[in-house]
Every structure is written in C-alpha cells, then in structure tokens.
C-alpha cells in the first residue's frame, strides 16, 4: 500500500505542468501503482526511479491507495498554474510547518513604528541581494528564492551589517532539499530541510561555491537536460581548477562555507508579521502573482485569488494615511520598483498576509571560522 512508503514520500518534486518524480525507496510494485511503465524505470536513475510518472496518475493512486485519508483531486489542485504547493499537499506529503521552540518576545502593538524597513535603518542596508529566478532561463524556483532571502538578510543583521555581504546558494535548495523543483515547492519544507541538515553541523552552501543555475532535475528548460542536477557533494559546493582542454576537472568542496540554523516557524496575519519581522528580520510570504505581473510603481490594494508565488518581506512603511508593506521579489530590478513592490497593509491584499515562514539564524561561516581552502579546493576535498 501507499502508506508503507510514506517515509520517502516526503521528498517530492511536484510538476504543476502534470509531471511528478517521487525520489527514492520506491520499489517496482510501488511504482506500478503509479503507472510507471518499464521504461520509466530503465530510464529513471537509482534515486529517480518515477521520474516521468503523470500528477494525474498519482492522484489517482492516493485517491486509491491510501486508507484513513479523503483524498481527491482537490487535495492537490490548483485554481490556477502555482510555484507554490498547496497547504493540503503539504500536510499531505509530512512538512511540518513550525519548530520553534523559542520564539521571539513581542512588543506590544503600540510600541511597534509607523515604519520599519531593514533595507534602511537610518541609512543602513540590512538586506542582501535582489535575484532573478527566471535566468538563465526560465524556473519557478520563488520557493526557495523567497527562503533564502530573508533568511540572508537575517545573517546580515547578526553581523549588524558589517562585512561583505554573505549571500546564499538557491542551486544548492534545487538540487538537494527534495522539497520542490522548477515547477513549484514549499518555503516551510526549505526550512525544514535546513534544520535537519544544521544537527549534523553542516548547512546551506554559500553562491560562491553553488550558482544559481535556474535548473532542477526534471526541468528540460535550457540547458538544464544536458547536465546533473542530483544532489551529490559535486552539487552541493564545487570548484574547477582550468580548463578541460588542458586537463583540468571540477572536484567538490567538502569542507564548505554555509550557515546553520536552529529554528523555524510559520506565521499569518499583519500583526503577527510586524511583529516577527520587528523582532528577527524578513519573513518568505505567499503572495498572488497575477495581479501584479504589470506592476510598475505605488501601493497595490487589489484582493487576491490565491497565493501562487513566494516573495520576501522586509518591513512596511507609510504613504499619507497608508501603511504598507515592503516586499522583496525574485524578478530582477527591472520590474517594480528596482525589484521591490509596496502593498497595502491590513487587508490581506494580494493574499499577503495569510502564508508566511522565517527560520532563525544559529551559525555561519565568516572569515574567523572558515576552513582556508587552496585556489584549487584539493585541501578541502
């Protein structure tokens, strides 16, 4: 039966083009039950032995096989194309939304400013990078990007904005999380993931040593069939030492700058969002994308249709009598106001305030901890 495998099911990259790769531990009987033919499974690698398997068929095989749960399309459906699974399907699939033991003292909420922006704190710059997650070509990865921003910027306000900035490797999240793809995840599951990987010490690598490639297994975009997007240690942090043609190779790093992290949770409602954001910084939210695909400028008061991408929000501010929200895209600084959007607080706009995450910050690598790697990395292999 299904449940007997639930364990590995955790670990899903859902296709919301109709495609589904269920990763690992599935035996041939267990494929059966969810169409794989003998040539999905010749062509399938050891640790994607359903990749190819139709989102139609697997729906199909739950609503079948799976006892004590009533399941059906509507589970996993979407109104519309989505980034962003569902909060069905992730309850479905075991991401456990919130481990934060220790969460952070609020104030009370007329202690809380009119403005708030970590982007600039009496002309300080807390936040990091503005990335596009649609080059080199074209990926639905704002899951992770929405993740790995704010939790970027939330490095940057435990140095106190000091230091080069320390930005985060999104490849990295694609390649080895197993909690989304190019056709959509879940920000919590990132979270999650991270957690898990920060007890054993070692977390998510640095942009340095793992670009953002816009690629994940199952994506035929680009070039991304014509490379590996497994997650091995090659994929995790790498280097290469010359070129090819004068016999050079690229060798995995190892002992790899990254950053850690203790606790993570979820969180919804405007008051609850000042006040996370107040306390520890940024926070990933779901947000309704189709609204404002055309946005250039002002503040968005548009209700939503329900959430389909993940953006970041980085604090809120105040124009006349409005308060709003400032919020961090992954388009690149082309669109919006140099990659940013201003919505309207308090209303639940855009869907803004009703599917938020953050994780709290535990260790990262800086120039006092690193491990001293040789310009070919053979010392940190």
């Keep these: 039966m299904l449940h007997s495998v639930a364990p590995a099911s955790k670990y899903i990259t859902v296709d919301k083009q109709m495609n589904l790769c269920i990763e690992a531990c599935m035996t041939v009987e267990h494929a059966a039950a969810f169409g794989a033919t003998d040539e999905h499974l010749r062509q ?49 699939v075991g991401i456990k939304r919130h481990d934060d033991p220790n969460p952070a003292p609020y104030v009370a909420p007329e202690a809380l400013p009119s403005e708030w922006n970590w982007c600039d704190m009496n002309g300080v710059n807390y936040c990091t990078i503005n990335r596009n997650q649609h080059i080199p070509q074209y990926c639905g990865s704002c899951w992770a990007h929405g993740a790995i921003s704010a939790l970027g ?3 940057k306000i435990a140095r106190g904005g000091q230091g080069i900035d320390i ?7 694609l390649n080895c999380a197993g909690v989304g793809s190019c056709h959509g995840g879940t920000t919590p599951g990132v979270y999650e993931w991270l957690k898990a990987k920060s007890v054993t010490g070692t977390g998510l690598s640095y942009e ?88 250039q400028t002002g503040i968005v008061s548009k209700l939503g249709t329900g959430i389909d991408h993940v953006i970041s929000v980085v604090g809120w501010g105040i124009e006349g009598s409005t308060q709003y929200w400032f919020v961090r895209n992954s388009w690149g600084e082309y669109w919006g106001e140099m990659g940013y959007i201003r919505v309207a607080m308090g209303h639940n706009y855009l869907d803004l305030e009703s599917q938020c995450a953050y994780a709290v910050v535990k260790n990262f690598t800086t120039v006092a901890n690193q491990v001293h790697c040789f310009e070919d990395g053979s010392n940190c292999q």
């Design 44 to 92: 399938a690698n050891t640790t994607q032995p359903c990749l190819g398997l139709k989102y139609s068929r697997f729906v199909e095989a739950v609503t079948k096989e799976v006892r004590g749960l009533s399941l059906s399309m509507d589970l996993f459906a979407q109104s519309k194309k989505s980034e962003v699974w569902t909060a069905e399907f992730e309850d479905f």
């Design 167 to 173: 930005n985060l490797s999104v490849q990295h999240v």
């Design 208 to 295: 340095t040593s793992m670009p953002y490639m816009a690629c994940s297994s199952e994506s035929t975009e680009g070039f991304c069939s014509k490379a590996d997007w497994s997650c091995n240690a090659l994929n995790v942090a790498r280097t290469c030492n010359t070129f090819t043609s004068s016999g050079g190779h690229c060798a995995p790093i190892v002992q790899f700058p990254n950053v850690t992290i203790s606790a993570y949770g979820s969180i919804s409602g405007a008051a609850n969002m000042q006040q996370e954001i107040y306390a520890r910084g940024p926070i990933s939210c779901g947000i309704d994308a189709t609204r404002i695909l055309n946005y």
């Design 153 to 155: 910027d939330r490095i």
